[in-house]
């Protein structure tokens, strides 16, 4: 896929609400998908790969100056968020590995991010916002008040 060919991919799920989105990862490639997102918003994410002898698959997901918001090495599931901390450009990428003289078939990966109001799931997210943010549990039931209020 050469870049002209990816750029018009990002921008029609860009123009699309997309609950989940699946493709195919060949031995030994790297697939990248960019969005824009506003200052201050939470992005989650959640992903699955199908199984592949003998791959190894990893998970970066970066913003425009090459931060590291989520990394996972030997991605296989799992889940990933992150606030935005300025209106910022990001980047998810799955990359995989084969050694030398090995053959396999591609992998399938199903990826389901939702951001801003969407993504606050409460219920799912608040461990790992915890554990990024170092917020205790009060200040994410405030949170968690304070949201439902302004959507009343």
Not at 47 to 71: C, F, M, W
Not at 73 to 97: H, I, N, P, Q, R
Not at 98 to 121: I, Q, S, T, Y
Request: proline residues 2%; hydrophobic residues 35%.
């Amino acid at each position: 896929m050469d870049l002209t060919q990816c750029l018009v991919f990002i921008w029609l799920i860009c123009l699309i609400t997309v609950d989940c989105l699946t493709f195919h990862l060949k031995p030994n490639q790297k697939k990248c998908l960019r969005e824009e997102i506003h200052k201050n918003v939470l992005v989650t994410g959640e992903y699955e790969l199908s199984d592949a002898p003998g791959q190894r698959t990893s998970l970066r997901v970066t913003d425009s100056k090459s931060h590291i918001l989520y990394n996972k090495d030997e991605a296989k599931k799992g889940k990933f968020a992150f606030t935005t901390e300025e209106y910022d450009m990001f980047e998810v990428c799955f990359e995989t590995k084969m050694p030398a003289g090995g053959h396999g078939g591609d992998r399938e990966v199903f990826l389901n991010m939702k951001h801003g109001v969407e993504a606050k799931d409460y219920e799912n997210c608040c461990t790992q916002i915890l554990k990024t943010k170092n917020q205790s549990a009060q200040q994410v039931e405030l949170n968690h008040f304070d949201a439902n209020r302004l959507q009343v």
